[in-house]
Every structure is written in structure tokens, then in C-alpha cells.
């Protein structure tokens, strides 16, 4: 191995796309995790929005009370842009709205099949089965350092 070469750098991406239903709506201490890791990458200059497959209207207010509060930049839900997951123009919608390229995205889902339609479309997907998994991945991709 050479070791004059420098370590390679990783590319961090630059916006951050999450699921609502099964990611965001856990246990107290899972959405106080959530909130410490969105304020974190909000500091950290990421652009952050939640792409939900909700039909939208007035039970969805709870989902927009995150952009509201200013823990995300954009709150998108499929009845209302009117595409769903895993469709990529749902993707390409929220990656808009954000003012970010898609390749340069991470979608965070719990289903494998929106995971797998966000890869298609250009993004780069974690697929959430538990909180502390998908930090390590995220906090990788975004080159962001912390306890969350």
C-alpha cells in the first residue's frame, strides 16, 4: 500500500428526503432522536423535506407541523403534489422543492419498494428498519459527526 497518497474524500450529499409513516412517527425518544439528527443536519447547510404517500388534507396537519416548526424545509405529501412513492416523479418533486440535484438526495423509507424507486431515480436510498442503523448511514453520507 502507498502511503504517501492522500485518503480519498468522500462526496457528501446534500439533501435529505424522509418518509413520514414507519420513520418519523416511532416512540417519543425515536422522534426526539429524529429531531436532534434533522437539527443537526439543518446546521450542518443539508436541505431537509418528508415525502409521505398521505393523502393530505386536514389529518395530515401533524405531518406539517415539521415544516412548520422548521425541522424540515418542505413537508410533500402525495395526495397533494399528486404522484406517489415509488414513482420517480414524486422524487424528482421533493429533490425540486429543495433546490438539490437528485443524485445528490438520500431517501430514508421504510419500505423497500420506495427505497428501491428512489435508486432508480437517481437517489441514493436507506432503507429503515431502526433508528440506529439508519444514523450511522446518514451521518456517513453527510459526513456529519455526533452522538444522536
Known sequence: MDKTRAPKQARTMSGL????AGVLDGSDEERRRWRD???AL???????AVLSNDPGGDGAEHIRELEYRGLVDAVL???EIGYDKPDEEAFRIAADTL???MNECVMVDDSIINVRGAV???LIGCYYQQFDRTVVEVCCLFGLKGEF
Open 42 to 48: 439543518r446546521v450542518h447547510g443539508t436541505a431537509l
Open 120 to 122: 432508480d431515480a437517481g
Open 37 to 39: 439528527l434533522l437539527e
Open 77 to 79: 405529501l402525495s395526495g
Open 99 to 101: 433546490g438539490v440535484p
Open 17 to 20: 428526503i424522509i418518509d413520514y
